[in-house]
């Protein structure tokens, strides 16, 4: 197998926790996120790598065979990759090497609910082929360190461990959790070694630490010839060895991919924005909650999401980041509490489940509301035209919120477009609750303020010269930037702009933004566009919307281009036809997942996270039709 596409190759395994596993098809760690046993401490938080790898070598009649691949300084050793005769993604990631006529299959799962990651070998022999002596040796890789953060040679590690039948504990560092190695009958030998200078690629790449050492505290050996079988279980506890594999699903692709992303701890249900680095963000959940739970049809899923946010709501905000450290959530968001409404529009829409709404939404809606109208963090508060002002200085509010120091990229400070969007587009949901649950006056409030933003909008929105939305409006400038924000002025249920203008900013944003990936957050033509998302952090965050093509901007561009063309048969066609080359990137390169971004330029090259909850979940929702 080619090293580069393989390194290219990524598999995700996850719990339903938080945690999760991944790695290369080739078994070669090219990111510190890279793991087997990436545990969620504190559920769906709180992930700590213990388990990096497992060193493989098969022993067949005393010649030694190496499955395993790493980057050290200037080499790849061993080279266990030129021994990978075949790899399979699903149900769960399953590698087949062949080793002097002999066929050692590797799968690899997590169990649902546990910190625990299962590696489990079996051997396949011609008839009569069998060797006189064979043996697998595992050589366990230990981080113990935050998901962020990278291990070096230290002498505070506890070298020591603890094995009886079946199982070894290790501890080695105090206020950890210990780390189970649950064994089908091992051989336990001692080690007690560092592995140094581990390099891993796209680290380097994106300009992050890329080097680690890791502790090897013993060798499991585990006798082939006698059973043609092993397992061994890392986990958080003390389990058994053996536990069933998941059975091929029925599931579509893109909706077992959704699966991933959901994650329960203890009574509440929330989403993760994307593997390996993202934790839980109230935008990112909110997009995402149509296609993740309605369109897969995770209806319980999808009412523990609402509940969990609910009952965040702080000052008409909802939370838009709960840290990974446990602190106290953020509220530094002026659209994620705005697609909260799209979120219990879409599931009314789904369910007709009004009395859920009515039960445990509406007065946290209605509240949400009238804080926006007297005004709460940041400035945002609605304006005497009825639109909603955003913002203050140094600070990004919309979804393009990168930020570099005290510079921030895409400074969107006034009325941005697709908070107007949104904003009329909830004034418009609790308009129709507020009638449905017989609430005359509310539901007059809102429409009166609706109407007030709707009759505002275009007048001071519309760009006459290029035949679309101004990006932003700030007193008396008008930011011309053309980007994919005002697509959502047509995409999104409840619209403010006649038919007309409607398709003029679906034909203007086809022109110059669409991609076989999804939408560019800039033109190509203004002289602030970056084609290539790439380099440190700093050369990466100043081309994150300055150009960069979002795949989960293919969902709202899709619904606004059905929406103009009438859901016409052949605007489906080309609505599929447009699908199609995400849908193969996840079926191929993507092993199951869609990406975080792809570069502006062509080819389009995939980057940042390798599996992001809105590309899944945009893809799903018009996929089966929207909601």
């Known amino acids: 197998m080619m090293l580069e596409i393989a390194l290219r190759s990524e598999w995700l395994e996850t719990n339903g926790l938080g945690g999760f596993a991944s790695s290369t098809i080739a078994g070669l760690n090219t990111r510190r996120y890279h793991g087997l046993l990436m545990a ?15 060193e493989e070598t098969v022993v067949v009649d005393g010649r030694r065979h190496d499955l395993s691949a790493n ?36 799968s690899v799962f997590m169990v649902q609910g546990e910190n625990t990651t299962v590696v489990r070998y079996r051997l396949r022999a011609p008839a009569g082929a069998m060797p006189a002596a064979c043996t697998l040796e595992l050589r366990p890789l230990i981080a113990f360190r935050d998901h962020h953060s990278t291990t070096h040679e230290n002498g505070a590690l506890d070298p020591r461990f603890e094995s009886d039948a079946g199982s070894v504990k290790l501890t080695p560092y105090a206020g950890l959790p210990s780390l189970y190695l649950n064994h089908s009958g091992a051989e336990i030998q001692p080690a007690g070694f560092w592995f140094r200078n581990f390099e891993y690629d796209r680290e380097r790449e994106r300009g992050l630490d890329f080097r680690e050492d890791l502790f090897n505290p013993l060798v499991l050996v585990f006798d082939l010839r006698r059973e043609s079988s092993a397992s061994v279980a890392a986990s958080t506890e003390r389990r058994s060895a053996h536990a069933t594999a998941p059975a091929p699903s029925s599931e579509p692709l893109l909706a077992r991919a959704a699966g991933q992303f959901i994650v329960r701890s203890d009574s509440q249900t929330t989403v993760i924005a994307g593997y390996h680095w ?33 009952a965040h709501v702080d000052r008409g905000m909802l939370p838009n980041r709960f840290p990974d450290g446990g602190d106290a959530p953020e509220y530094n968001s002026a659209d994620a509490t705005l697609w909260f409404f799209e979120a219990v529009r879409a599931f009314a829409a789904s369910t007709e489940d009004y009395d859920f709404i009515r039960a445990n939404l509406y007065a946290v809606l209605a509240d949400i509301l009238a804080w926006h109208e007297r ?25 393009m919120d990168a930020k570099i120091g005290d510079w921030v990229v895409t400074p969107r400070e006034g009325k941005p477009v697709e908070i107007q969007a949104l904003w009329y587009n909830a004034l418009r949901v609790m308009e129709d609750l507020a009638r449905r649950y017989g609430d005359g006056a509310a539901s007059d409030r809102w429409r009166e303020l609706a109407d007030r933003a709707r009759d505002s909008f275009v007048p001071l929105f519309w760009n006459e010269a290029q035949q679309c939305l101004y990006d932003v409006v700030d007193g008396d400038t008008r930011d011309a930037s053309m980007r994919p924000n005002q697509i959502f002025a047509v995409s999104l249920f409840h619209k403010m702009l006649p038919p007309d203008k409607a398709k003029a900013v679906v034909d203007a944003v086809e022109r110059q933004l669409l991609t076989p990936y ?17 380099g440190d ?24 281009y059905l929406y103009v063309h009438g859901n016409s048969p052949a605007a489906q066609a080309q609505a599929a036809q447009w699908l199609a080359e995400l849908q193969r990137y996840a079926a191929q390169e993507g092993l199951g997942q869609v990406p975080e971004v792809f570069d502006g330029d062509a080819p389009h090259r995939a980057g940042g996270c390798i599996a992001q909850a809105w590309s899944v979940a945009e893809l799903l929702r018009v996929q089966e039709g929207g909601l």
Do not use: C, N
């Open 40 to 54: 969620a401490t504190k559920p769906p938080l709180g992930r700590m790598l213990l388990l990096s790898k497992l």
């Open 71 to 106: 980057r050290y300084p200037g080499v790849v050793h061993p080279q266990g990759h030129l021994l990978l005769k075949e790899f399979r993604p699903a149900p769960f990631p399953v590698f087949v090497y062949e080793i002097e006529g002999l066929e050692l299959e590797k």
């Open 278 to 310: 993202f934790g839980v963000w109230g935008r990112d959940t909110m997009i995402a909650f149509p296609g993740l739970t309605l369109a897969t049809g995770r209806y319980d899923a999808a009412k523990s999401i609402l509940l969990t946010f609910a």
């Open 375 to 399: 005004g709460t963090r940041f400035g945002i508060h609605a304006d005497s035209d009825g639109l909603l002002h955003a913002g203050e200085p140094g600070v990004q509010l919309t979804w």
């Open 518 to 534: 999804g939408l560019r957050t800039l033109a190509p033509g203004d002289p602030r566009y970056r084609g290539r998302y790439e």
């Open 537 to 560: 952090p700093a050369s990466r965050d100043s081309a994150y919307h300055q150009g960069t093509v979002w795949p989960w901007l293919m969902g709202p561009f899709i619904s606004a």
